[in-house]
């Protein structure tokens, strides 16, 4: 049974400490981080591909000076073998590796991981179900652009239903106070998606005037067994274009998880936009992960 502390999804972060993490990301960004995990062994487990998430994983581990070593399926005796999760767990805390960052498709994977392994574990991405720290360099960016996200409207739009990032930022945004609208068609967005302080529209446009930001998610079309809505269906309604961003607010903002689809939610239009800020957003992700795995390894200072 772990006895140290882990980030599944926000839920496992009080409101003090979400403004920590986001404080300590702030400095680290500043000016170099401490070596504070110095001899900190860390292991990455991802069992899906990832660009954005590895790397700045990656990167911010070595930046606070831990040991890394990255694991493939390939790799793990678990996919051969028929070791458990659970033995695997066992066997690197015996190693003495303190923190494991997970990515899995199996949604729970890390937090049944983080029941056997003493030590740190990070959710990476689960399934359709958390990605906490995409959540926080997300929420982190709209943070650092309107210094407060409370009574801020943001417009999340796509497939909802599969999005892990989606997930954890509403619960996240939801938190701070920030109003909290879900777009997209009922095959993407089930009506039981609506609670207290979110709202579901299918409407895009009539969103765009209202909106302080619009966060675009792609198709995940690897989680759908059959495609309920065709390609133009979905850009004709869902695309943001030249023409959807006339409608938006001078000041407002376009955000997106990424990978991103051109031609699909976005149109190449949207680069070029003064408020297009994906490259912020993966920015941020070194500085947020960083301080996340500082947190929990050393606390709040």
Request: hydrophobic fraction near 45%; aromatic fraction near 6%; proline fraction near 5%.
């Amino acid at each position: 049974m772990r006895t140290r502390r882990s980030l599944i999804d926000l839920d496992d972060l009080s409101a003090a400490d979400l403004a920590y993490i986001f404080e300590r990301t702030r400095a680290f960004e500043k000016r170099p981080p401490p070596e504070t995990l110095k001899g900190i062994a860390c292991v990455n487990m991802f069992f899906e591909q990832s660009t954005r998430t590895f790397a700045s994983f990656n990167l911010a581990q070595l930046r606070l000076g831990a040991q890394v070593v990255n694991l493939s399926p390939k790799d793990i005796s678990l996919a051969t073998k028929g070791e458990t999760i659970e033995d695997t767990a066992i066997t690197l805390a015996a190693m003495g590796i303190a923190v494991l960052v997970l990515r899995h498709p199996e949604a729970g994977f890390p937090a049944r991981v983080a029941k056997a392994f003493d030590g740190h574990v990070v959710n990476a991405g689960d399934g359709g179900h958390a990605h906490p720290t995409q959540a926080l360099l997300d929420i982190h960016t709209l943070r650092e652009e309107f210094g407060d996200v409370a009574g801020r409207t943001v417009a999340i739009v796509g497939d909802i239903l599969h999005s892990r990032v989606a997930h954890s930022t509403v619960r996240g945004l939801v938190r701070l106070g920030a109003d909290v609208v879900l777009v997209g068609p009922e095959s993407f967005l089930p009506d039981s998606y609506a609670e207290r302080g979110v709202r579901i529209e299918r409407d895009f446009d009539a969103v765009l005037p209202t909106a302080d930001a619009i966060v675009l998610l792609r198709i995940q079309r690897e989680r759908f067994a059959d495609m309920p809505l065709g390609d133009d269906d979905y850009v004709a309604r869902y695309r943001l274009d030249a023409a959807r961003l006339e409608r938006l607010r001078p000041e407002a903002i376009v955000m997106h998880p990424g990978p991103y689809n051109r031609g699909i939610e976005l149109d190449d239009v949207v680069l070029e936009y003064a408020g297009w800020r994906y490259a912020k957003q993966v920015m941020h992700g070194v500085g947020i992960r960083a301080a996340v795995l500082d947190f929990l390894v050393n606390g709040a200072a």
